[in-house]
T-cell receptor, first 114, second 114 residues
Framework: AQSVTQLGSHVSVSEGALVLLRCNYS??????LFWYVQYPNQGLQLLLK??????LVKGINGFEAEFKKSETSFHLTKPSAHMSDAAEYFC????????????FGIGTKLQVIP | DTEVTQTPKHLVMGMTNKKSLKCEQH?????MYWYKQKAKKPPELMFV???????INESVPSRFSPECPNSSLLNLHLHALQPEDSALYLC?????????????FGAGSRLTVL
């Protein structure tokens, strides 16, 4: 079975500071990993995905994530936080092979302080 | 069209009512999903349809009844719900990209059971 652990249910950063949201995975098979963002009262939007093509993945809105097999991690970063980045962020994992179940972490709420 | 459309956006119902949530996508995706999301929690998978057949039922109570009339539509029929069923219900569709099952979410239907 696959699972992800997000460290820190709440993260606060100042506007312009580095954003770092942590995600560690557990998987018995090569994982496929995702970061989704959810704004209040909305659905989830895909930020980026890891499909084994490249370990450093660039996504939308200036976010990127690096897959580190040795650390079983897939942390999300952004060099400079913007007020509009305030939202809930979910790390997710699935296995390959068609329409497999996608399992989400508990989420990290990002607060951006002006 | 890259959207998943859910109706209604808000629904209030009594415990004896029968209502339905509807979901539509025109991206040609062959898998569709219902997720339930409680406040400050990650989405929890309820049902998966692939090629219009129910492929996963995560032990959901029978008061929730899914239906997939065709490849573009997904319904969730609700009957005799309990107040604890109040939540945001998210529909998603997916396609497999480079081996990964990538979900596209709708904005959700917020259900309140009185």
């Amino acid at each position: 079975a696959q699972s992800v652990t997000q460290l820190g249910s709440h993260v606060s950063v100042s506007e312009g500071a580095l954003v770092l949201l942590r995600c560690n995975y557990s998987s018995s098979v090569p994982p496929y990993l995702f970061w989704y963002v959810q704004y209040p009262n909305q659905g989830l939007q895909l930020l980026l995905k890891y499909t084994s093509a490249a370990t450093l993945v660039k996504g939308i809105n200036g976010f990127e994530a690096e897959f580190k097999k040795s650390e079983t991690s897939f942390h999300l970063t952004k060099p400079s936080a913007h007020m509009s980045d305030a939202a809930e962020y979910f790390c997710a994992v699935t296995r390959g092979g068609g329409y497999q179940k996608v399992t989400f972490g508990i989420g990290t709420k990002l607060q951006v302080i002006p | 069209d890259t959207e998943v459309t859910q109706t209604p956006k808000h629904l209030v119902m009594g415990m004896t009512n029968k209502k339905s949530l509807k979901c539509e996508q025109h991206m040609g995706h062959r898998a569709m999903y219902w997720y339930k999301q409680k406040a400050k929690k990650p989405p929890e998978l309820m049902f998966v349809y692939s090629y219009e057949k129910l492929s996963i039922n995560e032990s959901v109570p029978s008061r929730f009844s899914p239906e997939c009339p065709n490849s573009s539509l997904l319904n969730l029929h609700l009957h005799a719900l309990q107040p604890e069923d109040s939540a945001l219900y998210l529909c998603a569709s997916s396609q497999v990209v480079s081996g990964a099952n990538v979900l596209t979410f709708g904005a959700g239907s917020r259900l309140t059971v009185l």
